[in-house]
Antibody, heavy 119, light 110 residues
Framework: ELLLVESGGGFVQPGGSLRLSCAAS????????MTWVRQAPGKGLEWVSI???????FYADSVRGRFTISRDNSKNTLYLQMNSLRPEDTAVYYC?????????????WGQGTLVTVSS | QSVLTQPPSASGTPGQRVTISCSGS????????VNWYQQLPGTAPKLLIY???LRPSGVPGRFSGSKSGTSASLAVSGLQSEDEADYYC???????????FGTGTKVTVL
């Protein structure tokens, strides 16, 4: 059974950077479509980025040009490099596996890691 | 940004049936399958329904999904106290070239 564990969240000032990690165990995610979804405090779910098996990334308009999704197949780990952070990026960030291409079907999800952007 | 619209809240007494709607457009629900997630307080979302009406292993049969045109619904029959949670719909959006989520519905068991 695939298990996803996020890490790397924390407190950062506006304009700063953070790199989130999503370590997979129990199964390889090398050929999987993987995604990041975030949830601001008290708000709903917002898709952030997705990376396909061939490595092609896609981003939500709100983060394009500031965030970079990548993966290290040797470590079975997904990353999200976040630069030029803004207060509105404050959220719990979840990684998840897209169970079927071009769908909103994500399973499983990690437990999430909190990112707080504030001065 | 949430492209799919859900009612902010729904409620029922134990044993009742509760239905949650999810309204979209031709670029998302109208042309792609709908999935539903349950988020218990303080936890990560959990897949509840996929491909419009299929339940993953372990999800109770009292949860069911349906889709018609550009709208979808999640029904909870025989409501139980442990069903008190936030529920989100999700679908791929061909115009945005990415997945979109619903605004979320908080279900309260009275």
């Amino acid at each position: 059974e695939l298990l996803l564990v996020e890490s790397g969240g924390g407190f950062v000032q506006p304009g700063g950077s953070l790199r989130l990690s999503c370590a997979a165990s129990g199964s390889t995610v090398t050929s999987s479509y993987m995604t990041w979804v975030r949830q601001a405090p008290g708000k709903g779910l917002e898709w952030v980025s997705i990376i396909y098996s061939g490595g092609s990334p896609f981003y939500a308009d709100s983060v394009r040009g500031r965030f970079t999704i990548s993966r290290d197949n040797s470590k079975n780990t997904l990353y999200l490099q976040m630069n030029s952070l803004r207060p509105e990026d404050t959220a719990v960030y979840y990684c998840a596996k897209q169970a079927s291409p071009l769908t909103g079907w994500f399973d499983p999800w990690g437990q999430g890691t909190l990112v707080t952007v504030s001065s | 940004q949430s492209v799919l619209t859900q009612p902010p809240s729904a409620s029922g007494t134990p044993g009742q049936r509760v239905t949650i709607s999810c309204s979209g457009s031709s670029s998302n629900i109208g042309s792609n399958t709908v999935n539903w997630y349950q988020q218990l307080p303080g936890t990560a979302p959990k897949l509840l329904i996929y491909s419009n009406n299929l339940r993953p292993s372990g999800v109770p049969g009292r949860f069911s999904g349906s889709k018609s045109g550009t709208s979808a619904s999640l029904a909870v029959s025989g409501l139980q106290s442990e069903d008190e949670a936030d529920y989100y719909c999700a679908a791929w959006d061909d115009s945005l070239n990415g997945p979109v989520f619903g605004t979320g519905t908080k279900v309260t068991v009275l």
